[in-house]
């Protein structure tokens, strides 16, 4: 601790000392041309994803329209490739010649057991301006993304003459000491052995304290982009219908076996993002409702399928519609849908869907005050008035509840859900290759088992090492599933479940094993694969559901 003070004392008085050397640094008068070269990254593990997140956060931070350009990373890593061995000022300054930069920035990021070192060089191309560096220190691999906003600010101040808000390292999210978060072990989803956490013990929730029975899956070598639980093929029994990126897989749980009872392929050319189970059309047959984009993500072509006899076909295809299906605690399932908006995912209401001429059509609008995407919208008794209320995440995952006309009538001081599912947006003029605005998670509103129940909200709480502050790239460590209620001012916590390594991605409550008891069932993603050449894995897991202990027993 006392050579990390004495580092970081003796890297402000270098800063200050460069300061007064140099006074302010003046800007030119055309558009200075930035360089960033892919940090390297320094780990027993694999972290490469660690190196695109940086310099995507960099760029963001750096670019100002006919100030600043960031040159193409596509250009920019093509050049520093066929640079040999490791890159210094001189190579730096040959290298930004070749791509006509006025400044090269790199760096390298060293982690060892559970810390890591910055090391950051912003290099004048003419050599006429001092080379700046930058060092500092992360505890935790969730301070580093807080560390590089902090040069970020310093480059924009020291060299561009700019001032910006920075991620303060004081403020960086500190990880509890004993508690693993990315270097747990990949099959090691559950994080502690207490169990769950009964906060209101006088509503519905899970039983506290110990372990609750709990069931995890084989790991999937794909990613699961969406799951829903109910009765597909008529035969009586619930089915788990799993969406990966491109197709729906019908699994079946029976005789303590987990298996695959039928797969629909689907083209490369279709992206799912969400699925949803029931019966709209009133035959009797449970729909699938497969929201799907196009291979860009910037058009919606969703797909509806249905059990027929000995397999399953197509009842509508490339949909413009996003599909979610909710529970009414009086009208049952209601399939709500939202038109596709050219170029955005978020718009200001949605409609509920009827079946009508052989086909599915808008029917009643519900209004909401803010632009929401369905696919994290739920509408039923949130806040237990007898009413039915919108309760939706907004885009930086808030969650707002909304009134029968449509006002807002509360929202979160802090986010919920956290998903890496994306819709792209028109490319904006920094160059860069896609422009990802998030897509919310699913919201689930369960209904009390007894009369003196209260109506509950179920939601993830994804853990994301940057909090949300990258627009382009999300790194989710741990998460957990929460149970929360209506209290007169807010919605406050019911019930929530032990930490789990990696992010949970969709989750349903239903009776997935057919015990007569729901059961909790989420798709956790341990691996995203988010760079090029490595792996995906997934996994479902479950736990009982179990109504509370009588008051005099809980402790």
């Known amino acids: 601790m006392k050579k990390q003070i004495l580092r970081i004392v003796c890297w402000s008085i270098g ?12 800007v030119h008068a055309a558009a200075e041309r930035v360089a960033i070269v892919p940090f390297t990254v320094n780990s027993e593990k694999d972290l490469s994803f660690l190196s695109s997140g940086i310099s995507d956060m960099l760029s963001s931070r750096l670019a100002v329209e006919d100030r600043v350009v960031i040159i193409a990373r596509e250009k920019t890593q093509e050049a520093a490739a066929s640079v040999s061995g490791a890159l210094d000022e001189a190579k730096a300054r040959d290298l930004g010649s070749r791509l006509g930069a006025d400044w090269v920035l790199f ?9 890591a070192s910055i090391d950051t060089k912003m290099v004048d191309v003419t050599g006429e301006r001092e080379t700046l560096s930058f060092f500092d220190q992360a505890e935790t691999l969730g301070d580093i993304i807080p560390k590089i906003s902090v040069v970020a600010a310093d480059i924009n101040r020291r060299v561009f003459d700019r001032t910006m808000a920075s991620a303060s390292a004081s403020t960086a999210r500190q990880q509890p000491q004993g508690e693993p978060g990315i270097y747990a072990h990949p099959d090691k989803l559950l994080q502690d052995n207490r169990g769950f956490y009964l906060f209101d013990q006088t509503g519905e929730g899970l039983q506290g304290g110990a372990a609750a029975q709990f069931w995890k899956s084989r790991n999937f070598p794909h990613l699961i982009n969406g799951v829903a639980v109910g009765d597909v093929d008529n ?3 619930n089915e788990t219908v799993m969406a990966t990126e491109n197709d729906v897989l019908i699994y079946k749980y029976q005789d303590q076996r987990f298996y695959e009872a039928a797969k629909i392929e689907g083209p490369s050319t279709r992206v799912i993002v969400g699925v949803d189970i029931a019966d709209i059309n009133g035959n009797g047959i449970a729909e699938i409702f497969v929201t799907r984009l196009n291979a860009t993500r910037s058009g919606v072509y969703s797909l509806v399928l249905e059990f ?9 295809e490339d949909s413009s519609y996003f599909f979610r299906v909710v529970e009414s605690a009086n009208r049952g399932p209601i399939l709500l849908g939202q038109k596709h908006r050219y170029s955005h995912p978020f718009q200001k209401g949605f409609h509920e869907m009827a079946w009508e001429n052989g086909s599915y059509r808008p029917a009643r609008f519900i209004p909401t005050s803010e632009e929401v995407n369905l696919l994290g919208v739920a509408i039923g008794d949130a806040m237990n008035n ?5 309760v939706a995440y907004d885009r930086s995952d808030k969650l707002r509840i909304f009134d029968e006309a449509g006002r807002e009538a509360w929202r979160s001081s802090e986010p919920y859900g956290g998903s890496s599912l994306y819709y792209n947006l028109r490319q904006d003029d920094r160059g860069q290759p896609e422009n990802r605005l998030y897509l919310p998670m699913r919201i689930l509103i369960r209904y009390p088992q007894t009369e003196t129940g209260k109506t509950s909200v179920v939601v993830v709480q994804n853990q994301e090492v940057a909090r949300r502050k990258l627009e382009t790239f999300r790194i989710f460590t741990d998460a957990r599933v929460e149970s929360i209620s ?8 019911n019930w929530v479940t032990r930490k789990i390594s990696g992010a949970v991605r969709d989750f349903a409550i239903a009776d997935f094993d057919n015990d007569g ?5 989420a798709a956790v993603i341990i691996k995203e694969g988010q760079i090029a050449f490595t792996e995906k894995k997934s996994a479902l ?4 559901l179990l109504p509370p202990q009588p008051r005099a027993e809980q402790r």
């Open 15 to 26: 800063v200050m000392v460069m300061l007064a050397g140099s006074a302010a640094v003046s």
């Open 107 to 115: 760096g390298s990021i060293t982690v060892l057991g559970n810390s």
């Open 235 to 237: 035969d009586g029994k």
């Open 308 to 316: 027929q006899g000995d397999h399953y076909r197509t009842v509508e």
């Open 386 to 390: 007898k009413m039915e209320s919108v």
């Open 486 to 493: 209506w209290d007169g001012l807010g919605l406050s916590r």
């Open 517 to 521: 008891t729901d059961e909790l069932v």
């Open 541 to 544: 897991i479950a736990y009982d």
